[in-house]
């Protein structure tokens, strides 16, 4: 698939899911917000786990930090646009001394670092109740003029914060940065015998991953009035997030894209469904399509998948 065509994918479902309020009801655009939401999260993952190779699971701790940078500058008087934007540098500094430390694991042991990151950062978060709330929470002035309006407000912000993780991954791709993370990901020590400053840009895919998260964060926490530990430091996130890249394509610039739609729309059918065996059935899914699509949706032949399915109707046809 040609660069051209993935642009115009993308514009095109930007456009579909920024219509949903004028002809979908608040359930289907509170959907939409929900896709954006994890599209960028996704795309952001996808700097360090797609291009890089690294088995990031720290989105739900960067995630949760900006709920609460972003909640706390809210309560503190901050205006909400500027409350987003201190959790946004307050995560990418984060991001970025946390990465000089921990991305000098490998491997399964990075991974584990990272979950434990996860766990940490919600266990000072809940015992600082003074400050954050424990596991009370915390609430935050809810947006005057009703559900519906505010849903069309934050589908436009996470729309946003979507389309710029988009552009940021376009110029990354096609930069020096992108063919360093490329580099680092077929062989790290081949790339920096050949020049290539491996720690930096390793910490610079980590803090890509971190900043956007962080925006998402705080405007979440906006956006629902109430945040608590169990629900911004999520563990489900952490694992939801790799996986919708994974379906998709990682290391691409709309497998991220692809893949988020897809899981989330097969977990809402799951969950219309199969309320009692929606998690087991999905998680089964996901199984089967990662293991027989190791490069994603976007990385599948359909022309090949419509030949095949060709064949298979004139067999029918000659056996009838």
């Known amino acids: 698939m ?3 065509t993935q642009y115009l994918l993308f514009a ?3 456009i579909l899911l920024a219509s949903t309020p004028l002809w979908a009801s608040n359930y289907v655009v509170r959907l939409a917000v929900t896709i954006a939401m994890f599209t960028g999260l996704t795309l952001s993952w996808n700097f360090i786990g797609g291009f890089t190779g690294y088995p ?7 995630f949760g930090l900006g709920c609460y940078a972003g909640a706390l500058s809210e309560r503190a008087g901050v205006p909400m646009l500027l409350a987003w934007g201190i959790a946004t540098l307050f995560v990418g500094a984060f991001a970025a001394a946390l990465g000089a ?3 000098r694991l490998k491997g399964h042991y990075f991974a584990i670092g990272s979950i434990g990151v996860v766990e940490v950062v919600r266990l000072v978060i809940s015992s600082w109740g003074s400050l954050t709330g424990g596991g009370d929470g915390l609430n935050l002035p809810l947006i005057a003029g ?6 069309r407000i934050f589908l436009a912000v996470m729309l946003a914060i979507m389309i710029v993780t988009f552009l940021i991954t376009v110029i990354v791709d096609r930069g020096r940065l992108g063919v360093g993370f490329r580099c680092i990901q077929q ?4 790339a920096n015998m050949a020049g290539v400053n491996v720690t930096l840009y390793k910490v610079i895919a980590y803090t890509l991953s971190a900043v956007f998260c962080g925006t998402i964060g705080a405007a979440y926490a906006s956006w629902t009035g109430y945040i608590d530990p169990s629900d911004s430091f999520s563990i489900i996130m952490t694992i939801k997030v790799p996986v919708m890249c994974l379906l998709g394509g990682p290391g691409t610039i709309l497998g991220p894209v692809i893949g988020t739609a897809a899981f989330t729309l097969l977990e809402e059918v799951f969950w219309a469904n199969f309320l009692d065996y929606n998690r087991a059935i999905l998680g089964v899914v996901i199984v089967i399509l990662i293991f027989f699509l190791p490069g994603g949706l976007l990385g599948l032949s359909y022309r090949d998948v419509a030949s095949r399915l060709g064949v298979m109707r004139g067999r029918t046809k000659a056996a009838a």
Do not use: H, K, M
Request: without cysteine; aromatic residues 12%; glycine residues 4%.
């Open 12 to 14: 095109l479902w930007v």
């Open 146 to 151: 009703g559900p519906n309006l505010v849903a």
């Open 56 to 62: 990031s699971f720290s989105t739900a701790a960067f």
């Open 2 to 4: 040609s660069r051209r």
């Open 187 to 190: 062989n790290e020590d081949a």
């Open 101 to 103: 430390i921990i991305l």
